[in-house]
């Protein structure tokens, strides 16, 4: 079982390289919001979605992508995801 | 209430690769798979449809009060003439689309009458972010280059 640090860690890595707003990106937290904090463009967040998929080796259906909009909701997936193997 | 999207083609170009394993699948219905993949310029058709439904979800996330990442829900379906309308959850956007070799510029209103009334403003700038508040614009939408006012 990854800790809850573990899994925050492997997200910042993830959205590092489209966090336009970098100081947000060093204080990543599970309250952190992809767009509104991290300023990613929301062209790059299939991107995210992609690189979460092929980071933790699981498929995201796009009802549940709907909701990946903060750091919060897609480590639930994530662990719901890794959960399910 | 209106709305708007600009991308940047330089930086798309940079900054996403449509042909990227799940990209098309994740962000188009069927349909709109299909049509990109027969369009004559697949790159420029991903990008329209994608400012048409960013333009359309900012009126729709304002309206309805609620943010979600759900791009296969809004249904696109091109007209002509830069004209389509997106479709979410029943409700109908108008959209009207501006392509040039710089980028792509989509607006949206609730009724094609007020689609035609919308007053743009394209300002292109380096470096600091110019102030606009003061100029109170209904929508606003910045990528690379541009920055992209709606009345």
Redesign the interface.
């Known amino acids: 079982m990854m800790s809850k640090e573990d899994l925050i860690n492997r997200l910042k890595a993830i959205v590092s390289p489209y966090a336009q707003n970098k100081e947000a990106l060093n204080s990543i937290s599970e309250d952190t919001d992809f767009i509104n904090d991290l300023k990613i ?7 995210v ?2 690189d979460v ?1 092929e980071e933790f080796d699981i498929v995201i259906a ?1 009802e549940e ?5 903060t750091v919060k909701a897609s480590m639930t997936i994530i662990e719901s995801k890794l959960g399910e193997k | 209430m209106i709305g708007n999207d600009l ?1 940047d083609l330089r930086c ?1 170009l940079k ?2 690769n449509w042909k ?4 098309l699948e ?2 188009f219905t069927p349909s709109e798979q299909a049509h990109i993949l027969s369009a004559e310029d697949p790159f420029l058709h991903v990008w329209q449809y ?1 400012t048409m439904k ?1 333009s359309a979800y900012k009126i729709y996330s304002r309206i309805t009060k609620t ?7 809004l249904a696109c379906t091109y007209v002509s003439n830069g004209h389509g309308t997106v479709i979410m959850n029943s409700l109908i956007y108008f959209t009207k689309t501006e392509i040039n070799g710089d980028y792509i510029h989509t607006i949206a209103a609730e009724s094609s009458i007020q689609l035609e009334k919308i007053k743009i403003e394209i300002i292109q700038y380096c470096g600091e972010m110019p102030v606009y508040a003061s100029k109170n614009p209904s929508c606003v939408s910045h ?1 690379g280059q541009f920055l992209a006012l709606v009345y």
């Open positions: 463009n929301s062209a790059n967040l299939v991107d979605i992609l998929e796009n992508m709907e909701k990946m909009l | 991308v798309a900054e996403s990227r394993k799940g990209f994740k962000l994608w960013e943010r979600s990442f759900a791009p296969t829900r990528h």
